[in-house]
């Protein structure tokens, strides 16, 4: 049966696509989940954290399930078992039983890091960059999609929302089994199998570099999951009398319109990280490299370059984002959401445009490591946001104390001109591969 490359970056983008849906779509409903059981302003900020508890530790052993058994079978796996569980919360009554369900459904985010691994299998280093950007991008535009359009087809019925997620996970798991493959050849299928083991994890794990690019996805990728669930409440709460003059009211509302500008900075972020792979792809082939503090004769020595534009573009963004919300201006809050969105694309683009490149023995543990602790911004960001004495200051404060110092950290580890990979925490020697 002769397979295709693009075939299976469709099924890969589609299986993450709906799994970004599923992962979002109880904060899509959490107005109305909060009005039928009568949740505190801290309950409902559990149920909004709750979407990225299994993340961190879950994207990790996603990772390495995909090097071990295969992208196909992983992601089957993920979607059926959260699509079962979706159904099942669809007709749950007691808020206790519905969270625990819906935690789980939350699974579904690791499917991140084991379609990286199948596109990463699929496509050669020079396409690299489009191909993840096309396949993390479309399916990123998930959250998006059910911020801004599940509220508006299924109204205050987060119950029949769920169950038709869940039945079309289903659909979409066998689809993927009926058709997927795991690899290119056969060796490359191999080889991942055989770079599976704790030895080659804890090498990946403590490179230097690794633990860069983990810093910048949680810059990115982080900061995009932590303000899905923070701008919704950041909006009403900051720019409160100026949605009521929108004409916004009531539940129903005031669900949309924070969906709406919600989507805002998730849809940027997604739209926008084909065309930030795309940007990683062209700085390799033009070779340039404007930054002085990092290396510039490696092989992919652009693609770091680019990324580290991205960071500091992040960087900026969320400064200008406090100033905008200290002068009470709801439009230039919005605009600079608009650049925060597109930053953080290429900072996501940027890093899985490297991540192959730097691991290719090991891409599914590669990718579980960076694309699953970094997560763990989702978490902590709306902590910061939240204790601060004003609500637009806490975007400043994160770019200060936690996004400098990882930019910092990540130039200090991408000026290596000879194989970063090679740094790290112990000896290269410990690893079971050549490098």
Not at 277 to 289: A, I, N, P, V
Request: charged share 10%; glycine share 10%; hydrophobic share 55%.
């Amino acid at each position: 049966m002769h397979t295709h490359k693009v075939e299976q970056l469709v099924i890969a983008t589609t299986g993450f696509f709906w799994c970004f849906l599923m992962w979002f779509s109880t904060a899509a409903f959490s107005p109305s989940i909060a009005a039928t059981y009568h949740l505190s302003i801290k309950s409902l900020g559990l149920l909004a954290s709750s979407a990225i508890w299994m993340a961190p530790v879950g994207r990790i052993v996603a990772g390495w399930a995909a090097d071990r058994f295969g992208a196909p079978r992983t992601f089957a796996c993920i979607l059926a078992g959260c699509g079962l569980i979706s159904i099942a919360s669809a007709f749950t009554t007691n808020y206790e039983l519905l969270f625990f369900e819906r935690v789980i459904v939350a699974i579904a985010g690791v499917s991140f890091v084991v379609g990286i691994q199948h596109v990463a299998q699929w496509f050669e280093a020079d396409e690299i960059g489009t191909a993840e950007g096309l396949y993390a991008g479309t399916g990123n535009v998930g959250a998006g999609v059910g911020a801004l359009l599940l509220p508006r087809i299924f109204g205050l019925h987060y119950q029949s929302a769920f169950l038709w997620l869940g039945i079309g996970a289903l659909f979409i798991a066998a689809w993927y089994l009926l058709r997927g493959k795991a690899a290119k050849t056969v060796e490359r299928r191999e080889t991942a199998r055989s770079g599976s083991d704790l030895r080659g994890a804890i090498f990946v794990w403590s490179r230097f570099i690794a633990i860069a690019l983990m810093l910048a996805y949680a810059m990115s990728f982080g900061l995009e999951i932590a303000m899905n669930a923070w701008l919704p409440g950041y909006f009403a709460r900051g720019f409160h009398s100026e949605i009521l003059s929108l004409g916004f009211s009531g539940v129903a509302g005031l669900q949309i319109a924070a969906g709406t500008f919600a989507a805002v900075e998730s849809f940027n972020a997604s739209l926008f990280r084909p065309f930030a792979g795309f940007m990683s792809d062209l700085f390799q082939r033009k070779g340039w490299t404007p930054l002085p503090f990092i290396a510039k004769t490696l092989p992919y020595a652009p693609r770091l370059h680019w990324l580290g534009i991205a960071l500091i573009l992040i960087t900026i963004a969320m400064m200008g984002l406090t100033a905008a919300g200290l002068t009470g201006s709801l439009h230039l809050s919005v605009v600079f959401l608009v650049a925060l969105g597109i930053f953080i694309s290429f900072g996501t683009g940027g890093t899985f445009a490297l991540v192959p490149l730097l691991f290719p023995n090991r891409p599914g543990i590669a990718a579980g490591f960076i694309g699953g602790l970094s997560t763990a911004g989702g978490i902590i960001y709306p902590l910061i946001f939240a204790a601060t004495t004003s609500i637009h200051a806490g975007y400043f404060y994160v770019a200060l104390y936690m996004f400098v110092p990882c930019l910092l950290f990540y130039a200090w580890a991408a000026r290596y001109e000879r194989r970063p990979e090679e740094h790290g925490l112990f000896r290269a020697e410990l690893a079971s591969e050549k490098i």
